[in-house]
């Protein structure tokens, strides 16, 4: 017997720019968006080992009840795929390829495999017959890559799927029928000082 997950993903907030802490303005969107999760059925916060992941998962419980938090390998920052040329766009295979070569070899190597462990971990269907709420405070790579796999797009197309810090991502795996993507970086719980922080500048509204 099998239930419905319900997988909350989270970047985490704003962070210094060293990336060894939240700034102010992250502690502040990490704490709205635990006031906004509050009530919520979420029982377990998942996070990456990174500063700002524990951080902003730290924040978030402080405004919910006993919710534990466990730290995960998986959930943490890297390239969840690596693409080939012929699987890309001509006109912006040059620019995506660029993009990955950038990140040290250990990085690209690495992160196909814990992406599948993280997939393995946090997607689909549950055991059991009670419906499961997680929440998973990550990145944006690995944010973008559940939200490319929800919509079963190519597997290059987690490139291109921003995420700003602190908004919220829901994707629902009902057993019998297709992941359903619920919401996508939706930052209603914050005030408009604090939305976009993240996004590329061209593309913030």
Same mark, same amino acid.
């Given at each position: 017997?099998t ?5 909350y993903l ?7 720019p060293?990336?060894s802490e939240?700034?102010a303005n992250g ?5 709205l968006l635990?006031?906004r999760?509050?009530?919520? #059925? ?10 700002r992941?524990?951080q902003?998962?730290r924040?978030i419980?402080?405004?919910l ?8 390998e #998986?959930?943490?920052d890297y ?7 012929d ?9 995506l ?5 950038q990140?040290p070899?250990e990085?690209?190597d690495r992160? #196909?495999?814990?992406a599948?462990a ?5 997607t689909?269907?549950v055991?059991g017959?009670?419906?499961?709420h997680e929440l998973v405070?990550?990145h944006a790579?690995?944010?973008?890559w ?13 490139m291109g799927?921003?995420?700003?810090n602190a908004?919220?991502t829901?994707?629902?795996?009902t057993?019998g029928r ?9 930052m209603?719980?914050l005030p408009?000082e ?5 996004? #590329?500048p061209e593309l913030?509204?």
């Open positions: 017997m239930a419905t997950r319900y997988l989270a970047r985490h907030g704003e962070a210094s060293d990336e939240l700034t502690r502040r969107q990490a704490a635990g006031e999760l509050r009530g919520s #059925p979420i029982s377990a916060i998942h996070h990456g080992p990174l500063p992941a524990a902003t998962a924040l419980r402080d405004q009840e006993d919710v534990p938090l466990h730290a995960c #998986p959930a943490g390239l969840p795929y690596l693409p080939q040329r699987e890309l766009p001509p006109e912006s295979a040059d620019r390829l660029a993009f990955v070569e990140f070899a990085e690209r992160g #196909p495999e814990l599948r993280a997939a393995a971990r946090f689909g269907p055991d017959d009670e419906p499961r405070v990550t790579f690995l944010a973008a559940f939200v490319r796999d929800a919509l079963d797009a190519p597997a290059w197309r987690w799927l921003n995420h700003s908004a919220l829901v994707i629902r795996y057993p297709p992941a359903a993507v619920v919401m996508v970086n939706d209603g719980h408009a604090l939305r976009w922080t993240g996004f #590329p913030r509204l």
